[in-house]
């Protein structure tokens, strides 16, 4: 163990022992217990020294006899435990602090909640249940073990167990555990959606929209049923949905809404939308949409003009690429073409190793689409990438 961690170890014991001289200094004739501390202390700094952690531990709860003072000191050392990852050592402490019967309500509540968090760590998750469980009716702590349950039910798929507290979490009124709730009606409206079970499915995210009215996942969703069942109208309203909900999220659902413009018939009004998102956003994947209408409807001289003065407003490697393929296919000389296949094979493979999606809350980048962050397991922050590489 380093000098330096070994300090940090040594240090609430060294305060408590401070504090009892302190104390007992009043008390000059006091000497038993001042003897018996002090030989604790070098009996733990010796089990240290000689490497036996286990058993300086032991000796450092017997010595620090818990006054109200040494409590905080107990709580420091068991967070050291657990951030250095020693998490039955850290259980060790706040089991022990559980177990006292004498101790404050206060100090009791606290440590059964660092409990719980130790035994989430370990990856126990029916004990960490049953403390976070025990804690929902306490003020301090019913929000934070709300959001651990959740985190629990989220790790095992549990999400009918996530919704059963629903009526606690909407009293919370907390935007990201509400947040959380809609994902799992969310969870559960996939799988209905599956087994298109039309009723079911729409039942689910009308719940998962009043949670949270901007989950841009329940649109998705609907959009996805109400297509299935040839309800281009409704999956349309569900896109534009998504569009007031996430201008972030939004490119990736231009190509469906495509398709449900085209089967009402109603191209027009998609590409003035589509044409709307293009000047608010800036967007590379509504800009090569757009540029597919100005050459259908108007011609590739109009298009190519679109583009250029798009691409130095803002310029993007994909819009770059699509740049060199419209050169492609309005050139008559091969030597040309072959010169331009060269440049947007090369713009293909540097595109190709980049992500498509980052995660908006910790920075984990991914080619897949992911609803919850593997990395960091937030809801609904992969979006596309922003920027030269992406958007
Ligand atoms: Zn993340």
Redesign the pocket.
Known sequence: MPMLELLFLLLPIAMAYGWFMGRNSVKQNDQTAKDDLSNKYSTGLNYLLSNQQDKAIDYLLEALKLEDDSVEAHFAMANLFRRRGELDRALKVHEYLVRQKNLPTKDKEQAAFELGKDFLSAGLYDRAESMFVKLLKNKSYSLKSLSYLMQIYQSTKDWHQGIKLKKAIVKTRDKKALHTLANFYCELATLALEKDQFIEVIELLENALQLDPNSCRSNWLLAQIYENHQQYNEACLCYQDIYLQDKDFFPDVIEKMHKCYHELDAEDEFYQFIRKVYDETGSTTALIKYLSYLESTYSNSKAKEFILSALKRKPTIRGFKHLVKMQMSSTESQNQTENLDVIKELLSAYLNVKHRYS?R????NSSTHYWS?P????WE??KPVRGLEGE
Do not use: I, R, V
Not at 361 to 364: I, L
């Open positions: 995660c809350t910790c920075g984990f962050c990395s960091c397991h937030d922050q992969l």
